[in-house]
C-alpha cells in the first residue's frame, strides 16, 4: 500500500521537469531557450525564503526551480497525445501544421516529422504547455504554482 501511495504525492526536492521541443535553427525557438535558461538560471542566484525580506527586488515568479529538458527531437504519440490535452483541440494545427485532430495530427507526424511546430514548451507536471514564443503565455506557465 505504501508503494502505491508514493507514487501520489511529489517528493520533496524534487524539481518540475519544463520540456522544450526546440529547433535549433530558428530564431523563435532560440528565443525561447535563452528565455527559460534565464528563468532556470534566476532560481539558482534569487535569495532564499528566509532572505526574501532583505531582497525587495526578487523576481515575482512563483515557481522558477524547475530541470530544463531540450528535446530537439518529436514528441513521442504518448507525449504528443498529452500536449493536445494540455492545449485544447483547438490548438492542434499550431503544434503540427495541417491537422485538426489528434488522429490526424499523429498520422501526419508519422508521415513528415518537419510538420511538427517548434518551439513548443511543456510543464508535464502541471499539466500545461504553449505552443509558439509567446513570452508573457511562457513566463505565465513558469508562474504556475506546482500542484500540491
Given at each position: ?75 513521442t ?8 490535452e ?63
Amino acid at each position: 500500500m505504501f508503494s502505491a501511495l508514493k507514487g501520489l504525492f511529489k517528493e520533496a526536492g524534487v524539481k518540475d521537469v519544463i520540456t522544450l521541443f526546440h529547433a535549433p535553427n530558428s530564431p523563435a525557438s532560440i528565443r525561447v531557450h535563452t528565455l527559460l535558461k534565464q528563468t532556470a538560471g534566476a532560481a539558482n542566484s534569487t535569495a532564499t525564503i528566509d532572505q526574501a525580506s532583505s531582497h525587495p527586488q526578487q523576481s515575482k515568479v512563483g515557481r522558477t526551480d524547475f530541470e530544463l529538458d531540450v528535446q530537439e527531437g518529436v514528441p513521442t504519440s504518448d507525449q504528443l497525445t498529452n500536449i493536445f490535452e494540455y492545449l485544447g483541440q483547438d490548438k492542434i494545427g499550431s503544434v503540427v501544421e495541417g491537422a485538426s485532430s489528434t488522429t490526424e495530427a499523429l498520422r501526419k507526424l508519422k508521415d513528415n516529422g518537419a510538420l511538427f511546430q517548434r518551439p513548443l514548451v511543456v510543464d508535464w507536471g502541471n499539466g500545461r504547455a504553449v505552443s509558439g514564443d509567446n513570452e508573457s503565455e511562457i513566463l505565465k506557465l513558469l508562474q504556475t504554482p506546482p500542484k500540491a
